[in-house]
């Protein structure tokens, strides 16, 4: 079971590196552009989540939000900003949809008088 695993940890990136070559052949965009704007997003989703993630912990210590929220929601945004680091389309996709998820939508904390 474990060498399955590994196999398929290993496997993901060359499988993901040739659907992106196939769909650089199929649009007409060249790999290296692919490449380097899914990296660069990757970088910014990366950087400015450091900045937001300090302002989620500071707004859970006042108590103007929930902090597992605050946790849940940087966590998404870094994986989703590792996985447009990783080459290939299929890890993007993968990562705009992890973005695109309603994951916190839901109750505000309530204030209750003291």
Do not use: C
Not at 33 to 51: I, Q
């Amino acid at each position: 079971m474990r060498f399955i695993v590994l196999a398929i940890v290993l496997a993901f990136p060359a499988i993901d590196l040739l659907a992106t070559i196939r769909f650089a052949r199929w649009t007409g965009i060249p790999v290296w552009m692919w490449l380097l704007l899914s990296t660069t997003a990757g970088f910014l989703l990366l950087r400015n989540e450091r900045v937001a993630f300090r302002a989620n912990t500071a707004a859970a210590m006042h108590g103007e939000q929930f902090a597992l929220r605050g946790l849940f929601d940087s966590g998404r945004k870094v994986l989703a900003g590792f996985l447009f680091l990783l080459p290939g389309v299929l890890s993007d996709l993968m990562a705009l949809v992890l973005l695109a998820l309603p994951l916190n939508v839901g109750r505000e904390p309530v204030a209750y008088p003291h």
